[in-house]
């Protein structure tokens, strides 16, 4: 959503030009203070974003006028305006579960045996195993859906 409102915004100011871009910014500045306020509906800074607000910087648009028409902080605008590339996000590693060690495990008693999830937990309570019940459960629903499911 905000990815498209933003080429759009774009798009005008590029056809208008920057000065009825700033006379009609009243209604922009309004709205981006609401999606500012509304939780969810921020989202990273895309290519598409950084090229729109890089191209806004160059043709001379303030940074605090930049801001006000996106609902971006200041402080974002500067960093990329100011950056020579646009924004490259990466995935993050996957966290280790308490739960790894003992999956083999779990997989194998559920293939011969339909156990219950409290069974299986505490089996491997037993076995040193320092997690709680709710991820135990939950891996052992999932667990069963995949060797019902052919």
């Given at each position: 959503?905000?990815?498209?409102n933003l080429q759009r915004r774009s798009q005008r100011v590029l056809n208008l030009g920057f000065t009825e871009f700033h006379h009609r910014g009243t209604e922009r500045?309004?709205?981006?203070?609401?999606?500012r306020f509304k939780k969810g509906l921020r989202q990273m800074l895309g290519t598409e974003d950084y090229l729109v607000l890089k191209n806004w910087f160059d043709q001379g648009v303030?940074?605090?006028?930049?801001?006000?028409?996106?609902?971006?902080d200041r402080r974002?605008?500067?960093?990329?305006?100011?950056?020579?590339?646009?924004?490259?996000?990466?995935?993050?590693?996957?966290?280790?579960?308490?739960?790894?060690?003992?999956?083999?495990?779990?997989?194998?008693?559920?293939?011969?045996?339909?156990?219950?999830?409290?069974?299986?937990?505490?089996e491997i309570l037993e076995m040193g195993f320092e997690g709680k019940y709710s991820i135990v459960k939950e891996f052992v629903r999932e667990t069963k859906q995949k060797i019902r499911a052919p």
């Open positions: 959503m905000q990815n498209g500045t309004e709205n981006a203070q609401r999606r303030s940074i605090s006028e930049i801001a006000r028409q996106t609902g971006y974002t605008i500067r960093k990329y305006a100011t950056s020579s590339s646009p924004p490259v996000y990466r995935k993050r590693a996957r966290k280790a579960s308490k739960l790894d060690g003992y999956r083999d495990y779990i997989t194998g008693r559920l293939q011969k045996y339909p156990l219950s999830a409290k069974r299986i937990y505490d």
